[in-house]
């Protein structure tokens, strides 16, 4: 439906806003308090369908939040909004074009 495409796009734009305005390097109690929001986020979203998928890819081995500063937060971001554009059949994003479109900035 029209409001799950349009929560989408708002969210994603909040997430790798979030991601491009993160500390270069996170100290610990910022790591912690993203690990927190994401894994709330996750329970919260009100696509029920949408967070149950995204948790389950979450908690696989390899897929944990990667919290450590910026560009490990935004590249994780990237991957995560990736895999979910591979199960809706979208193409997926170059990642190194990841802070062009959301820190500095184009138009879409
Ligand atoms: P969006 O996918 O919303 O992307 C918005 C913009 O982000 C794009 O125009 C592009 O400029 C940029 N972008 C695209 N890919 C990336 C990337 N990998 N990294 C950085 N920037 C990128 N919808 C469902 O129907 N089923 C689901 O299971 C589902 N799960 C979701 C899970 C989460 C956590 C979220 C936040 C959304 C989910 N959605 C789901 C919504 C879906 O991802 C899209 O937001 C929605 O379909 C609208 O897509 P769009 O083509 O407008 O662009």
């Given at each position: 439906p029209a409001d799950v495409e349009q929560l989408g796009r708002s969210t994603w734009t909040l997430l790798h806003t979030m991601a491009a305005q993160y500390p270069p390097k996170a100290p610990p109690t910022t790591q912690s308090v993203m690990k927190q929001f994401i894994s709330t986020f996750s329970q919260l979203y009100p696509c029920w369908v949408c967070a149950d998928d995204f948790r389950s890819w979450m908690v696989?081995?390899?897929?944990?939040?990667?919290?450590?500063?910026r560009d490990e937060l935004g590249n994780w971001m990237c991957l995560a909004h990736n895999v979910v554009n591979v199960k809706l059949g979208k193409k997926e994003f170059d990642c190194s074009l990841w802070k062009q479109r959301w820190k500095d900035g184009w138009d879409d």
């Open positions: 696989q081995p390899g897929n944990e939040p990667k919290v450590g500063g």
